[in-house]
């Protein structure tokens, strides 16, 4: 044996196999950096060496001109199904586009199966509906106890010869007036509930409007300047108990929606299963669907593994 | 791929109510409910809540564990004796009839060479290899495979073994993460394989070795090693 073990050991880069073609080749190494061994050998080197999964590539958007949709519906639909054909094509979702302001319908669009035409778990909607109420609680319902009440250090009476009970404070929980026992205080109720089922609910929400017939697309509402433009609108489609969800956050169309009671202005990213539950109508741009899409169509890549 | 009963179950919806708030529920059997104690005779939990009459279980004054009403206890009378070894590997066997068993029934390759990958998905090793696998010489008589192996750790009877039938056997070193990489490969798909361990000091003398034919051992020596092995047999 041609080396002691003991200098093995001084050698940090002896783990590293590949280029060390034998063991007599070590103390040159020693002198070089390579490539592959900077990093200094720590004990917990493995958890930074493995980094999360690199995002798909997204294919290509199809060419908008030779679709054979093109001239027809508007461009912004075009444009929508040239995006979005690689993972809605043959879904069987189809769902009309109206523009908002003129109502008649613009294109007609295929929607993700698997985020609109997802199987409606009532309970999942239940779970998600309560553990979004439950988090919302302020939790300020707050009593006091014998300890915080106002005197009582005093013994009322003494303690035999009365022929009374003997007592010890005037606010022990049995006496008119005094602190309660197991009363509530102060805390929060929130619960975490598991991010897939939060994204499940949401899509159960979503296709169960669809199914039943409650969700609408319409191109944007870039037009709606005020509260003028836009009540009129909803009320001639009968409209008034909505929730209006935009790409992006919309101050215009909220600020015209405050005085009404009934419809609500979200974006993409707040909307939530209460909201779509607790109004009648859902309308979505077609940026809100493309971004909603994007967002919740990522749990059907994992199942489906399509990483390279 | 939206199966049948989806579908039902969307077009059933189209037939009912608009779901909202009011009417949406959970399964009943999600959820177990909490237990109330104290709640009448029916709940089986009234009266006394299960706590007996009186006493210690009654009113939660039970002494600590190993408490023995005032003796010395056992845990205190006794010394204390032995360690836990933390550095113990556990290596699973592997018996070379059982190896010559896996070749004769076609379960392994002798053609390719074999490693603990091959081992376990062919279940000559089966359950959870922990720290790697051991060969050991039961049935080294009648081993008749030529293979090339590499495993963790081999006893000098089956490395003698393997050798005689003109085979090659190195031991090599894999630390837990080392041997996932190399057990399940599809887990790190689409990530940077992580570099190999080199052995802790106290395995290092092993795997340098020649005699214990470690892969971190002097090639020429190692050569050496397996051709007097070789050569003796012939004289057998």
Known sequence: MSLTSRFLRRNPFFGSFGLLSSPADLPKCQKILLPFCQAPMTSRWYKFSIKPLAPVPKPKPLDVETLPCSGVFSPSVCSFIAERDYENHNSGILAWVTSFTGENPVGLIELNKFVFGANPRIDILQRVVVWQRAKRRAGTACVKTRSEKRGGGRKPWQQKGTGRARQGSIRAPHFIGGGHAHGPKPKSFYYSLPKKVRRMGLRTALSVRYAQGDLHIVDSFKDIESERDLIPLLEKRDWNNAVLVDSEPNSKLRRAAVEMDKVDVLYSLALNVYTILHRKNTILTLDAVRALEERLVEDDRILINKFE | ?236
Request: overall charge positive; glycine content about 10%.
């Open chain 2, 1 to 236: 791929m939206a199966s049948c009963h989806v579908r039902n179950n969307l077009a059933a919806l189209r037939q009912l109510p608009r779901v909202a708030l009011n009417n949406i529920r959970d399964i009943p059997e999600a959820f177990t409910r909490k237990h109330r104690k104290g709640r009448g005779p029916g709940s089986k939990k009234g009266k006394t809540c299960g706590r007996g009459h009186k006493g210690q279980g009654q009113r939660n004054t039970k002494p600590r564990l190993g408490f023995e009403g005032g003796n010395t206890p056992f845990y205190l009378s006794v010394p204390k004796h032995g360690f836990k070894n933390t550095k113990q590997k556990f290596y699973s066997p592997l018996n070379l009839n059982r190896l010559q068993f896996f070749v004769d029934s076609g379960r392994l390759n002798p053609k390719e060479p074999i490693n603990m990958y091959h081992l376990w998905r062919s279940g000559a090793v089966g359950g959870r290899i922990k720290d790697g696998v051991k060969l050991l010489g039961t049935g080294k008589t009648w081993f008749q495979a030529n293979i090339d192996i590499e495993v963790s750790r081999a006893s000098k009877t089956a490395i003698a073994a393997i050798e005689r039938q003109g085979g090659k056997i190195t031991c090599a070193h894999y630390n837990r993460l080392g041997l996932r990489v190399l057990l399940k490969p599809e887990k790190f798909e689409g990530q940077p394989i992580p570099r190999r361990a080199r052995p802790p000091n106290d395995l290092m003398k092993y795997y340098v070795d020649p005699i214990n034919r470690g892969y971190l051992a002097d090639p020429d020596e190692l050569e050496k090693a397996r051709e007097a092995n070789r050569l003796a047999s012939e004289v057998d």
